[in-house]
């Protein structure tokens, strides 16, 4: 099933963010994890504003413990977090290939 994650950061996070960065990356890069698309989300002053990331999950927990493994999570560095099965109704997001 495609999940996606939405995560909204806390104001004044920047510098903890980039602490982060190689565990962030590492989070991302998990070979048993089929993400199919991942970004961040810039406000109208063009800062950091959270990440979207759309993935394989087998159900709602195995989204969810992803989610949990976040290096941001973890840290607290979310204000708000959601995480909801995803079904395209216009256009579509590739899915992920199987390794």
């Known amino acids: 099933m495609l999940f996606v994650v939405a995560g909204i950061l806390k104001p004044n996070v920047e510098e903890r963010m980039i602490s982060l960065r190689d565990e962030w990356s590492e989070h991302l890069s998990q070979p048993f994890r089929r993400i ?49 099965e995803f079904n395209a109704q216009i256009g579509y997001v590739e899915r992920a290939e199987a390794s």
């Open 36 to 84: 199919s698309l991942a970004g961040l989300m810039r406000d109208k002053q063009g800062r950091r504003q959270g990440y979207l990331i759309f993935f394989e999950a087998d159900d709602f927990d195995d989204a969810q413990a992803y989610l949990r493994q976040s290096p941001f999570y973890q840290n607290n560095l979310y204000e708000r977090v959601d995480v909801a």
